[in-house]
């Protein structure tokens, strides 16, 4: 499947600029760090959803498409896909705006799910939404 490269999709959630103490041994952003700025949008969008805590109980798919390098800012967008009784699944892209030029790539999907949390850490229905 071919997708638009254009533009992200989603709502920008986490946007964050890529540094030197964030390479791998080849220079480039490393992709555990790439990964972690998408979880992190997951658990905001879907701790929004859920109006609570959220834990992060599968990632489903993780495609890295292109390298992220130093300088870049990486955006990292998110929309739900679904929502089922205690889980918010997903749809993360990550983007990089090159350093210092108004190229945008995307650089990494996937999709994450997310579970609601109650105070004692068992998994709690999500809120019907109003949408």
Request: proline fraction near 5%; charged fraction near 30%.
């Amino acid at each position: 499947m071919i997708e638009d490269e254009e533009h992200p999709s989603g709502e920008l959630t986490v946007r964050i600029l890529a540094m030197p103490a964030d390479r791998n041994a080849a220079g480039d952003i490393f992709g555990g760090w790439v990964m972690s700025q998408m979880d992190l949008a997951a658990g905001i969008r879907g701790a929004e959803r859920a109006q609570g805590r959220v834990a992060t109980v599968a990632v489903e798919t993780l495609a890295f498409r292109r390298p992220v390098k130093v300088g870049d800012t990486l955006c990292v967008y998110s929309s739900i896909e679904k929502v089922g009784r205690t889980s918010i699944r997903l749809k993360i892209e990550a983007w990089a705006r090159r350093y210092l030029t108004s190229e945008r790539v995307k650089v990494t999907e996937g999709v994450f799910v997310m579970v609601a949390l109650d105070e004692d850490g068992k998994p709690t229905p999500v809120p019907v939404s109003d949408d």
